[in-house]
């Protein structure tokens, strides 16, 4: 029991790990004891400050990797920089995502594509591409794991986020047929479905915390309140650790309540 919540030698990596909700899972995994975290992003600058803020826990390092994950190509060079690391790695984090609002009137296929080019297909084929690292050190009393970001938006309806909830049901339905797919791999396949949390996807909302319209958001949500790093690290963590390892094909709704009163 004393380690049951241990990350203790671990290898992840966290996609869109320089902020959000991505900065607050690999913050977690460090502090649970992992040895490597590495974190992925597009802008240089921030993914660099955010490793470099993340290795001086002083716990394990956080490794920077520029990569844009929306294309093929970038998946194919994030992978063989990990290969070229690392023998094998234990978590994988399916977290950099797109929040955009497109309601079918003004909904082009850019921006269709765009939305599921991040959101749905990177996580699919990156996770694809490191089939074998996760596979190498899982057992059946350690098992790898694979985390797929969803949100609430997946199981409910807002028309004006057409396609981001389409693309966050995608991944749910992924979730559970990789879980099965994977089942003689040692490898646990679950998803965290997020509400409100603090992140930059979600400034406009929370940036003026006098606004009215945040202070009716937070009154609406049956918590009262944004999440924040340790609700999701702590999420993160219990599902890395011994204490998560019976989850497989799992939907977490992380929401405060969220999905209930909107
Ligand atoms: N915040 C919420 O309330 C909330 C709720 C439900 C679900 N989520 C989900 O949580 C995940 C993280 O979002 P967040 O709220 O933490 O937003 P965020 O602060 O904007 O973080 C997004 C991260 O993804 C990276 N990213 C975006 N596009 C990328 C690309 N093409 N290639 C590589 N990296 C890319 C970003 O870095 P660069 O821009 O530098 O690439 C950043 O590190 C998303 O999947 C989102 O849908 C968030």
Redesign the pocket.
Known sequence: MENLFSMDGKVCLV?????????YMAHGFLVAGAARVYI????NE??NAKADELSSLGTGECIPIS????SLE?INSLVSKIKNREPYIDVLVN?????LATPIDSLDVGDWDRVMD??AR?PLFLTQALLEPLRKNATQKDPSRVIF?????ASMVFPSVLA?SSS?NILEHLTKQLALALRDDFIRVNAI??????????RRAWQDPEAESFKAELKRIPAHR??ELEDMAGVAVMLCSRAGSYFHGEILNLDGGFRLAF
């Open positions: 996609t869109g790990g320089s902020s959000g909700l991505g900065s992925t992003a597009r802008s921030k993914l990569e844009d994950l929306s970038g977290n950099a995502g797109l929040g991040i959101n990177s970001i969803s949100s609430v938006a981001y966050k479905a997020p509400g409100r949390f603090y992140s930059e996807m979600t944004y999440g």
